[in-house]
């Protein structure tokens, strides 16, 4: 059997106004994804267990099988999984975005504008992250003493404590949580033993906005009519964590296809391949049609791939609604009408014995909010089709149709088990048009 995943990252969303009261999963042309729903199963899952939040880290990681309240440890760590960095117990690891702030003396003064510091690119970012480590060593070395700071893709950086500090009582927010508000809200803030390293943090964030405001790459960005980078935003801290292989759980080797860094450290730690596609991005202007073609390709050589779309969650955080619609129908056309056409290749074991057979499941991570430009924890849809995948109840794609499923798939982590073989997960059937619970 051959098995391929589909994530397109954040797709799920409520009812928009400008839509005529229909989400983008509902506005959006797509009849590959349509055709295979009414041949195969439409559920629900929830992906964010009790006590964390709708983070693509816990998210993805309970989409692909791993139970985040056993094996997550924080986001920075998947994320720098990625890169191949190697960590003593001892170290915390954390994420720094460069972000845009309101400038001082303007009405947006104070204000968190964009986690991604408008889409920076990769080459202007590696300036600024080793600009702003040499400066912070020039004006604190005292709070700069043990770090070091590594780039990663766009804005997501790895900044890394090797002091055997305490953060255990840590508590930090991701920048795209607060889209538009004060941002000296949400420093990172601590009790006890740790409160001195929140204080630390904080004094490097705002030693940060002093520097990177004037910095020449920000000063031809703002030439240019782009956000500038003019702060660095700490969190997603954690320690090093450790995943059994998913091979040794399904005797299945895999390949993770993807643009962003935290998807490709979940594969990392799971044993997966990533796999290189050039044109990737993490917004609208990536190659689907790129991505498409390396995905069929990748199916010949590895029993189960993923392919991870970024773009519609980067568009919910800036909250285009329309461009959103425009990301859900380019994954359709570019990479489900190849990929369905892949797949058929394989035959269906039902009617020929000799065939080797397929299965898909097609689900994005989490709910991303065009409306809040923010992550939401609500169960979300999912769509498994191929072979002996079978309802009695012909259903599109929709959040909606989803929640009238008797399919309902409380913890997320048990889905994969269900995708790959069929009935042995924790499904718990709901009377038709109830709600579940989240």
């Not at 050589?301 to 980067?314: K, L, T």
């Not at 955080?317 to 058929?344: N, R, S």
Request: some cysteine.
């Amino acid at each position: 059997m051959k098995y391929v995943i589909v994530i397109p990252d954040g797709g799920a969303d409520l009812p928009v106004p400008d839509l005529a009261g229909r989400t983008p999963f509902e506005a959006a042309r797509m009849p590959v994804l349509q055709s295979l729903a009414r041949i195969g199963r439409v559920g629900v899952a929830g992906t964010t267990p009790p006590g964390f939040d709708a983070g693509s880290d816990v998210c993805s990681m309970s989409l692909l099988g791993y139970d985040p309240s056993r094996f997550h440890t924080g986001r920075a760590p998947i994320e720098a999984a990625a890169l191949g960095m190697v960590f003593k117990p001892t170290d915390w690891i954390f994420r720094l975005n460069l972000v845009t702030v309101g400038d001082p003396g303007t009405p947006d003064a104070g204000l968190m504008l964009d986690h991604s510091a408008g889409a920076i690119t990769d080459a202007e970012a590696r300036v600024l992250v080793a600009d702003l480590l040499a400066h912070w060593q020039r004006v604190a070395p005292i709070d700069a003493e043990g770090f070091t700071l590594t780039p990663g893709v766009s804005y997501r950086n790895i900044l890394v404590d090797h002091a055997a500090r305490d953060y255990r009582s840590l508590t930090t927010t991701p920048p795209h949580e607060i889209p538009r508000q004060p941002w000296v809200r949400s420093m990172p803030r601590a009790s006890g033993a740790s409160a001195d390293q929140s204080a630390r943090l904080s004094r490097l964030m705002h030693a940060s906005a002093d520097f990177l405001s004037a910095h020449p790459v920000n000063r031809t960005r703002r030439d240019r009519g782009l956000r500038p980078a003019n702060m660095a935003w700490i969190w997603g801290q954690g320690t090093a964590p450790s995943l059994p292989t998913f091979e040794s759980r399904f005797a299945l080797r895999g390949a993770m296809i993807t643009s962003v860094d935290l998807l490709a450290g979940i594969a990392s730690l799971i044993g997966w391949e990533r796999l290189h596609v050039p044109g990737l991005t993490s917004y609208h202007d990536t190659d689907y049609a790129a991505q498409g073609r390396a995905t069929c390709d990748a199916l010949d050589r590895f029993d189960i791939v993923c392919c991870h779309v970024e773009s519609p969650d980067e568009l919910s955080h800036q909250g285009d609604w329309k461009t959103k619609v425009e990301a859900l129908e380019a994954i359709d056309a570019h990479i489900m009408a190849p990929l369905v056409a892949k797949l058929a290749t394989y035959g269906d074991p039902a009617s020929d014995a000799a065939a080797l057979g397929w299965r898909l499941l097609y689900m994005p991570d989490h709910y991303t909010l065009t409306s809040t430009r923010k992550h939401d924890a609500t169960p979300v849809p999912f769509l498994i089709a191929g072979s002996f995948i079978r309802s009695a109840v012909e259903r599109p794609f929709t959040e909606s149709a989803a929640r009238s499923s008797d399919l309902v798939i409380d913890r997320g982590h048990d889905l994969m088990e269900y995708f790959l073989k069929g009935g042995l997960a924790h499904v718990r059937p709901v009377a038709p048009g109830a709600r579940p619970r989240n």
